[in-house]
């Protein structure tokens, strides 16, 4: 297995999909006129950590048992749901070039919502890719897996 097929089956999976959703919908939440770019990364990458925890503690207790040692499931758990916190790191650099003003700080948010929903149009191409679908599915269902995640963000940004 090459180097891009280890990524790929790293990054594309359920876990990755699911955080960048999340972490999405805290920077939409937490963003508001009172809050600068700082504020916005440290509460939401704070938070997608803290569930990432949760989720790492919930698939150690799930596998752990007589053939599964602690350490072990540990590190599975860990491994296993790393998507979480891989499909984060392009929109808070985004954040962080708002928070240096390399990005104008009023646009780092939207800038940063708006490369999250690409990354996810991108974890869904590359999802119907892996299944060998054709090409044209494969647009359609990152632009789907994209738009779906856009909803998904802003009825989260509604409620909160």
Known sequence: MGFVSRWRERLVTPDAVYGLILFSALIGAVDDENSDTLEVLVFSVATLVIFWGAHVFAGTITAHGPDVRLGTAVVRAMVHS???LYAA???SIV???GVFHVVSAD?????????ATLVLGVLGYSAFARRGAHPIIRVLGGIGTALFGALMILLNIVVH
């Open 82 to 84: 790393m998507g979480m």
């Open 89 to 91: 790191l392009l929109p």
């Open 95 to 97: 954040l962080l070039l």
């Open 107 to 115: 646009d780092a948010v939207g800038i940063a919502l708006l490369v």
